[in-house]
């Protein structure tokens, strides 16, 4: 299976502060590569796909950019919505595979 | 609209079966395959398996294979898991969701496991 390693685990931002997030995958994912937000008791939902499409109703302040092993989202100027854990998924290959997950706080 | 809305809150023994649904609006349930995740808490979700459910094929992850049995039933538009031969391990919630993008899931499942 391909593993997704997400950096960092957690992070604390101040409000308007520019935010990134970091997944690293064991072999090329080809722009498999999707990003989701969890709030606490809720389910995932769509932030970003196929690397760097915005996913419909998304804030245009998520970005995402990457390709071959090394993807990022960027979330620029922190807001207090923003809070929550974020997950990347690639689906270049059967199993898709989560990271590890990155818990985002405003400070 | 899209809507996953999946089945209520279980509390099973360890050793029981349980069968958890996922019903399917607002869009043609046949065109997407339906993909099921376990997700315990402060871990990130890792994917069950999927079924195609306009043939009813199903792929599985490897360590799920015994554990989960994934159907669907296109005349109530809702997919299915079972789950057998329950442990502690299987206590965690879990989600149906749509399509390779996992564009839209189900509110969650919580499964306990206790004697």
């Known amino acids: 299976d391909i593993q997704m390693t997400q950096s960092p685990a957690s992070l604390s931002a101040s409000l308007g502060e520019t935010v990134s997030i970091e997944c690293l995958a064991s072999?090329?994912?080809?722009?498999?590569l999707a990003w989701y937000q969890q709030k606490p008791g809720k389910s995932p939902q769509l932030l970003i796909y196929?690397?760097?499409r915005l996913q419909e109703g998304v804030p245009s302040r998520f970005s995402g950019s990457g390709s071959g092993t090394q993807y990022s989202l960027k979330i620029s100027g922190m807001q207090p919505e923003d809070e929550g854990d974020y997950f990347c998924l690639q689906g270049s290959k059967f199993p898709p595979t989560f990271g590890g997950g990155t818990k985002l706080e405003l400070k | 609209e899209v809507q996953l809305q999946q089945s209520g809150p279980e509390l099973q023994r360890p050793g029981a079966s349980v069968k958890l649904s996922c019903k399917a609006s607002g869009y043609t349930f046949t065109e997407y395959y339906m993909y099921w995740v376990k997700q315990r808490p402060k871990q990130s979700p890792q994917l069950i398996g999927r079924?195609?459910?306009?043939?009813?094929?199903?792929d599985y992850v490897e360590k799920f294979k015994n554990k989960a049995t994934l159907t669907a039933d296109t005349s109530s538009n809702t997919a299915y898991m079972q789950l057998s031969s329950l442990t502690s391990e299987d206590t965690a919630t879990y989600f149906c969701a749509r399509n390779h993008l996992f564009d839209y899931w189900g509110q969650g499942v919580m499964v306990t496991v206790s004697s």
């Open positions: 196929a690397a760097n």
């Open positions: 079924i195609d459910p306009e043939d009813g094929s199903t």
């Open positions: 072999e090329d994912i080809y722009s498999y």
